[in-house]
């Protein structure tokens, strides 16, 4: 073996060179953490393996270890967000507002990562943290009362609701001018679309026409909470009443 020998100084009229820093470890984990990142800046769209590898300085050839594709890469990122949603201990006295309670947490840790909701569109939830979710939604409903049949139906109609209103939100985020609000674009949008439903020729939309107003008063949030409260109502009917003991 070879002595080993002290680092050499730098010869005159030469840059020092800095040392590379250490790399860390490729990990799923890691993998997945980069993709939310370039998500939450950039938008699903960028989020390719070819872009992951560049942010973690590899090449696309070695996230193939961990990851078999982009498909698994974003029910990989999906399963993580959900992570984020805080679960309640259900009360039978409370499940249907708990149940709200739940789709208003979903729907801010989704809009919170742009338009992660788009990967949830046309996926059974298999992973563990969205299967926890799945799992809260049917206990708060089950313990209400609703027949297995209906819970298992609702808890995916439910699903549906929060995605489609998820991506419609962030697809009005994306819309926005930079550096200007996104409610007070919207809100001169409406405006705009209020005058226009009401020009509208009252022989042929006489209904329209005269809801003009109606139509475009109430904001996200109230269209939100209007359509989890349809729902849940809904799913309540289906309850069935204790038999005579």
Not at 129 to 140: W, Y
Request: overall charge negative; cysteine-free.
């Amino acid at each position: 073996m070879g002595t080993a020998h002290p680092a050499m100084p730098t010869p005159p009229g030469r840059k020092a060179r800095r040392a590379a820093p250490p790399k860390q470890p490729l990990t799923q984990e890691a993998i997945v953490e980069t993709a939310i990142r370039v998500l939450d800046a950039e938008g699903l769209e960028a989020v390719t393996m070819r872009r992951v590898a560049q942010e973690l300085g590899t090449g696309p050839a070695s996230l193939y270890a961990h990851v078999s594709g982009k498909e698994e890469l974003r029910e990989l990122m999906l399963d993580r967000v959900a992570a984020e949603v805080r679960l309640p201990v259900p009360d039978p006295a409370r499940w249907q507002e708990q149940l709200k309670d739940l789709a208003r947490e979903i729907r801010r840790v989704y809009t919170s990562h742009r338009d992660i909701a788009m990967v949830s569109m046309g996926l059974i939830p298999t992973g563990p943290h969205l299967l926890d979710i799945a799992e809260a939604q049917l206990a708060l409903m089950r313990a209400g009362g609703v027949p297995k049949r209906v819970a298992a139906i609702a808890v995916d109609t439910l699903g549906r609701f929060l995605d489609a209103e998820a991506i419609e939100e962030t697809a009005y985020v994306a819309k926005t001018p930079a550096g200007q609000d996104a409610w007070e674009h919207f809100q001169e949008y409406f405006a705009q679309v209020r005058d226009y439903f009401s020009a509208l020729p009252a022989d042929r939309y006489p209904t329209i026409a005269g809801m003009a107003d109606e139509l475009l008063d109430e904001g996200g949030d109230g269209r939100f909470e209007f359509g989890l409260d349809l729902l849940v109502r809904a799913i309540a009917s289906y309850v069935e009443e204790p038999g005579p003991s």
